[in-house]
């Protein structure tokens, strides 16, 4: 049976679940629009920027758990996709890249051909795999190995780039090798009963035990088994900005979450636990002090991921359990089944809980700075007014710390950040890619007015595609953290953002826009925006406040000597 190798393409896709793609209608792209159009299965977004293309089918992978698509044309085009990739790369995101080239015999070496560019070797560093298809028989065979790799072990994305010639050339394919189950997901590896019954002994024996439940546990489904294990071991409980929701914020064991940005209890219970559970979780400078992971020089450290390589790479391991996390921590909970924590231990936990709901208590409801809302109290005001299945995004600097602390996350894949490459710009793409996955739930992104301008552009693909998203933008004027840093250090250059009017940009773009400067003014725009069928964006006059956490944040991984200068 003879096709065309863009038809293939696009059932490879199909085949392994995916249902969105994003990039922008381009020249050498035109076999793929063309078969992208004669279908249904797999829905199109054409963004305003390659960068969003790639940040949407994030939002759409780290919301649903499927693998989502990302095009990009031949030099630029290709090009533009770099920043958004590194980010799925960064936070292990599962996503297809495929890009075009020049003609098979124009380039490979460059003849300097209009728009060549190595593409293969720009995404290496940047994905897993970065292939290229020199061959349009074997589309179905190098589309199911990209698939598989970008899904197993320790996620990531995988770049294919396909010359134009053989994208639009046509080719005989065996219906044999587009069979569904071919592009199915290998299975997850499961633990060794005889390491479960040692990091059960391990835990067992812990006087003040500490469960840190990563990103690993969201794509393993494994939220359940975790809380079970924690309530077994009677264990304070936290989760990292991938893992957040894992432990619902209204459960008994947690101490808050999203790394050292998460509380002094937080911090505290790292310091000071003498065993800890890290489930699917990296030990990334978010839990970090000055001098590298917070956890304790003595304390004992089980470890369960599906990524060998994990183990031991920036904390010891006393028993490291390679495997998936659901698996593991079922069977780690079914042989704690008659565990009964010492008061003692419910006791620590208890402590750090209580601790950390009064360090929330005594700074809630922070009046007014400068006749405008405290960021803080905003962050309230939107959690207060959340509907229960929500889906938040968190872009910016100083923005996304008040809203991790003051909005709650009942469950997983509810929350979103970018904390592998703190990449700006990528709550509005996140949001509209969460939005085209789950049409029906109030989809909000919270953002800083520096992180805006990098992807407002996008506002037009959301009211294209009639995707009512709402932007809130904490609008301090500045730079804030970079320009509390300067003057901290005796100067200000080139921070202020002032001037401005984030609602009037929405209107123009045919987007609802409102600017606020009270608390009365957020909840009466904030009711309307949820009752929009159009996206809407809501300026939010402020004032830079500084996070109680900026001290933990800003010794992270600081270059020696500690007192070097540092925007924090």
């Known amino acids: ?85 590194a980010n799925a790369f960064a936070d292990n995101v599962p996503l297809i890249v495929i890009t075009t080239g020049n003609a098979s015999h124009l380039t490979g070496p460059d003849r300097g051909t209009l728009m060549d560019l190595d593409l293969v070797e720009l995404f290496r560093p940047i994905t897993k795999s970065s292939l290229r298809l020199t061959d349009g028989r074997r589309a179905p065979e190098v589309l199911r190995r990209a698939i598989r790799e970008a899904r197993t072990g320790r996620p990531g994305p995988v770049h ?13 394919y065996d219906p044999r090798m587009l069979m569904e189950d071919d592009f199915a997901a290998a299975p997850r590896p499961f633990a060794d009963p005889a390491l479960i019954a040692e990091a059960a002994a391990c835990l067992a024996a812990g006087k003040r035990p500490l469960v840190i439940a990563g990103g690993g546990v969201v794509r393993s489904g494994a939220a359940d088994a975790l809380m079970t294990v924690a309530d077994r071991l009677g264990a304070a409980a936290t989760a990292t900005q991938m893992g957040i929701g894992t432990v619902p914020t209204d459960h008994p064991a947690y101490i808050g979450h999203g790394g050292i940005i998460g509380g002094a209890a937080l911090v ?77 231990v419910t006791g620590w936990r208890d402590m750090l809980t209580t601790r950390h709901r009064a360090e929330l208590s005594e700074s809630a409801g922070a009046g007014p700075v400068d006749g405008l809302p405290h960021p803080a109290r905003y962050a309230e005001l939107l959690n207060e007014m959340l509907p229960q299945d929500a889906l938040v995004t968190y872009d910016g600097g100083h923005t996304t710390f008040w809203h991790n602390e003051r909005l709650s996350a009942p469950a997983p894949r509810t929350r979103f950040h970018a904390p592998g490459l703190a990449l700006l710009g990528v ?75 984030y609602a009037a940009i929405a209107r123009g773009f045919g987007c609802v826009g409102h600017t606020v400067r009270s608390e009365e003014e957020f909840r009466a725009a904030l009711s309307a925006c949820l009752a929009e069928d159009r996206p809407s964006l809501i300026d939010c006059l402020t004032t830079f406040q500084p996070h109680p956490a900026m001290k933990y944040f800003g010794a992270a991984g600081a270059p020696r000597p500690a007192d070097v200068a540092l925007p924090y």
């Open 160 to 172: 294919v780039n396909i010359p134009a010639d053989i994208l639009g050339g046509t080719y005989p």
């Open 427 to 501: 709550g509005l793409p996140y949001a509209i890619g969460l939005k085209a996955a789950y049409p029906d739930r109030q989809v909000i992104c919270t953002v800083g007015d520096g992180s805006v301008g990098f992807t407002v552009q996008e506002l037009d693909t959301a009211l294209r595609y009639r995707l009512p998203v709402i932007t809130v933008v904490h609008n301090n004027a500045a730079w804030g953290v970079i320009r509390a840093g300067q003057q901290k250090h005796g100067f200000d250059f080139e921070t202020d953002l002032s001037g401005t009017d």
């Open 1 to 85: 049976m003879e096709r065309i190798c863009a038809q293939i393409v696009i059932d490879c896709l199909a085949l392994s679940g995916v249902t969105k793609a994003f990039g922008i209608a381009s020249g050498k792209m035109m076999p793929l629009m063309r078969a992208l159009s004669e279908q249904n299965r797999i829905r199109f977004i054409g963004v305003r920027h390659e960068q969003a293309a790639a940040m949407m089918a994030t939002g759409v992978a780290l919301g649903t758990g499927q693998i989502a698509c990302a095009f990009g044309e031949l030099g630029p085009g290709g090009s533009n996709l770099v920043p958004g990739v």
């Open 268 to 344: 505290e219970a790292l310091q000071t636990a003498d065993v800890v559970l890290a489930v699917g979780c990296r030990f990334s400078s978010w839990l970090w002090g000055a001098n590298g992971p917070l956890i304790a020089a003595d304390a004992r450290l089980v470890q369960i991921d599906t990524d060998p390589a994990a183990f031991g790479r920036n904390v010891p391991v006393t028993v490291g359990i390679h495997a998936d996390a659901k698996a593991a921590l079922t069977a780690l909970a079914n042989r704690l089944n008659s565990h009964t924590p010492p008061k003692a």
